[in-house]
């Protein structure tokens, strides 16, 4: 019995293009810092680190990819995603700093988690792909490794309650490092594993801050 595939069908953000069939690339790594801004399979800026993998399974031969970069770099991306200008205005607003744990509605069906929790092993975390949101992830303090993918293999059923669905295979895993001051932005449908402990992390840079924003995937 072949194993059951719930990958991203597709983003309708003006960023995605059109390209060529992508080849099946092996998992790697890549770390945030001063590198590019990495969004549809292009690179923005002088390139530090290896692209991402292409898409494996894409349709109409898609390459989508999720975005890693330093907060003041936000808005170069506002134009081509919805709602990511009210995102950029809360995690920007120094009152956001004071607030506690949980969730705060923005605009437009969009809303905001902030959460405070301590990085994990990856064995103590499992994968996640949501239908309805996309998902910007901003690392306030501290820091963490969060696993992304195209493809999560043989997933739970879906609870639309929640827009979730949880899986532990992917299809080409890639680790990223976000370091204070950074986010990565997933599409709707792209498999995430957040809040793992980072290689050689010190122990009070477990201690994470975040603010995640879901933004409708329209």
Same mark, same amino acid.
């Given at each position: 019995m072949k194993p059951r595939l719930f990958q991203n069908r597709g983003d309708k953000a003006r960023a995605a293009r059109r390209v060529g069939s992508p080849p099946h690339a092996p998992s790697h790594k890549l770390r945030a810092g001063s590198g590019p801004a990495i969004i549809a399979g292009e690179k923005i800026g002088a390139p530090t680190a290896s692209p991402l993998p292409r898409r494996a399974l894409a349709r109409r031969n898609r390459e989508e990819f999720m975005i890693l970069d330093a907060i003041n770099s936000l808005g170069r991306y506002a134009a081509a995603i919805p709602g990511l200008d009210a995102a950029? *205005?809360?995690?920007?607003?120094?009152?956001? *700093?004071?607030?506690?744990?949980?969730?705060? @509605?923005?605009?437009?069906?969009?809303?905001?988690? #902030?959460?405070?929790?301590?990085?994990? /092993?990856?064995? @103590?975390?499992? %994968? @996640?792909?949501?239908? @309805?949101?996309?998902?910007?992830?901003?690392? #306030?303090?501290?820091?963490?490794?969060?696993? %992304? !993918? !195209?493809?999560? #293999?043989? /997933?739970? /059923?879906?609870? *639309?309650?929640?827009d979730i669905a949880f899986g532990d295979e992917v299809l080409s895993p890639t680790e990223l490092r976000l370091p204070s001051g950074h986010f990565a932005f997933f599409f709707a449908l792209e498999a995430h594993r957040p809040g793992i402990i980072a290689p050689g992390a010190s122990d009070s840079s477990r201690s994470v801050r975040k603010i995640v924003v879901k933004l409708p995937a329209i």
């Open positions: 950029r *205005a809360f995690i920007l607003d120094p009152a956001t *700093a004071g607030l506690p744990p949980g969730r705060y @509605e923005l605009s437009d069906g969009i809303y905001a988690l #902030v959460q405070e929790y301590r990085s994990a /092993p990856a064995t @103590e975390k499992r %994968w @996640e792909i949501h239908k @309805e949101r996309h998902d910007l992830q901003f690392i #306030v303090s501290g820091e963490e490794c969060i696993g %992304w !993918s !195209s493809t999560l #293999v043989d /997933p739970e /059923p879906y609870d *639309a309650a929640r």
